[in-house]
């Protein structure tokens, strides 16, 4: 079984910045793609940005230049260091991790950690 964990969440005004963790702990053989999505009230989940084992980047439009994503694959974590907060940016943000625990791999989700901007 894999464990993922997230931390960091918070409430910032306008223009702040955070940073989230997130830890992948258990019996992991293997990490692939790790990711980020957000999901505020009333919409659908979205991917944030994600992050491939060899460290190709991909964000969602709305975020490129302010968000960046890290991973230390040493440690079975990823990062996302967030900057010049909107408060559109509010949302529950959950990580995802593709893992193989040695049964297959699958996705694993974490339990989200809530980011809120006040203007």
């Not at 990823?78 to 529950?92: I, N, R």
């Not at 893992?99 to 901007?117: C, E, F, H, K």
Request: with cysteine; charged share 20%.
């Amino acid at each position: 079984q894999v464990h993922v964990v997230e931390s960091g969440g918070g409430s910032v005004q306008a223009g702040g910045s955070l940073k989230l963790s997130c830890a992948a702990s258990g019996r992991i053989i293997n990490i692939n793609a790790m990711g980020w999505y957000r999901q505020a009230p009333e919409k659908k989940r979205e991917l944030v940005a994600s992050i491939t084992s060899g460290g190709w980047t991909n964000y969602v439009d709305s975020v490129k230049g302010r968000f960046t994503i890290a991973r230390d694959n040493a440690k079975n974590m990823v990062f996302l260091q967030m900057s010049s907060l909107k408060p559109e940016d509010t949302a529950v943000y959950y990580c995802k991790v593709w893992a193989d625990s040695g049964l297959g791999g699958r996705d694993y989700w974490g339990q989200g950690t809530q980011v809120t901007v006040s203007s």
